[in-house]
């Protein structure tokens, strides 16, 4: 694993594709992103809920034929509406037409909007790592198996055909997104990466310290996981999504304010940093021409 840091963003799908979507997703490979990453939500919240949101796929599949060489994901997929066999599906067809630029971010989903669409009562956080426990093990088998079945407690396959597999091998890499145990297992076990937001606890109300010192247990929490999976920690890149914690957007205020904040979090052993693109009169409100400065600053000064 490098021991430079590399700069991602996430690109909200609250764009029309031909109302200036195409052009953000070009304009992250022209800047110089790593991996253009999205939401896989089918709502999200306040103030999002009641304006435009478009699927994550359909959205990463048109940014496929849009773009030559950057990385493109979701960050994150949860089992909330989604099934194994069929998200395997959509999967390795976006593979294959992205020329194998996919990373699948993947989580155990929250209580949100996309918790009881489908007309189920919310799970409880226990429900959930079940479900998890079981989702991750058999997307990865029908990712890098031809002909699947399978009975568990929550998901079934009958000879899910999966031909001809992922263009990445063995499969295209998961981000697990985790800071449970349970969580932290699965990443070190499937994960080719480990992705979380800080301690939500302290997004509001928190200090930069205290949350450097979360980042820094769940940190060593992963190490343990690894060392009980038979994995070394550095085999799995770390990426940090920000604008959970208690700096939020205020990090994109200045060239040398996130410098400052990316070395911080470099030096707890993160690897890789995701930015939100900005969206004005919302959390993720930012100044345009200082976040394409970040850009393509960042990368140099932190090599």
Not at 54 to 66: C, E, H, K, Y
Not at 177 to 187: S, Y
Request: hydrophobic share 40%; net charge negative; with cysteine.
């Amino acid at each position: 694993m490098s021991a430079s840091l590399r700069l991602s963003t996430c690109i909200l799908p609250v764009h029309r594709w031909h109302e200036g979507g195409q052009e953000l997703w070009q304009r992250a490979e022209e800047l110089g992103f790593h991996t253009g990453f999205t939401y896989d939500h089918l709502s999200w919240r306040v103030p999002f809920r009641d304006g435009a949101w478009f699927g994550a796929v359909p959205t990463l599949t048109a940014a496929a034929v849009a773009t030559e060489r950057l990385r493109l994901g979701t960050l994150v997929t949860s089992p909330n509406f989604r099934h194994p066999v069929t998200l395997a599906k959509e999967l390795i067809s976006l593979d294959d037409i992205s020329g194998g630029r996919i990373t699948l971010g993947i989580g155990a989903g929250g209580n949100g909007f996309d918790a009881t669409v489908l007309g189920q009562e919310a799970w409880t956080p226990r429900e959930r790592a079940d479900r998890f426990g079981e989702f991750v093990p058999l997307l990865d088998r029908l990712l890098t198996e031809g002909s699947v079945s399978h009975r568990g407690d929550f998901y079934s396959a009958e000879e899910a055909r999966n031909i001809p597999g992922c263009l990445q091998g063995p499969r295209l890499p998961f981000a697990v997104a985790a800071t449970g145990p349970r969580g932290l297992r699965l990443a070190a076990r499937y994960g080719q990466a480990w992705v979380t937001t800080g301690d939500p606890k302290l997004s509001d109300g928190g200090t930069a310290g205290q949350s450097e010192a979360a980042l820094a247990g769940q940190v060593q929490k992963l190490i343990a996981a690894c060392e009980a999976e038979g994995r070394q920690a550095e085999d799995l890149d770390k990426v940090l999504l920000t604008g959970f914690t208690p700096e939020g957007s205020s990090v994109l205020g200045s060239v040398d304010r996130f410098v400052d904040f990316a070395g911080r979090h470099r030096a707890l052993g993160f690897n890789e940093i995701v930015v939100h693109w900005p969206i004005a009169d919302t959390h993720f409100a930012a100044d345009g021409k200082v976040f394409e400065a970040i850009a393509t600053e960042v990368s140099g000064q932190l090599d």
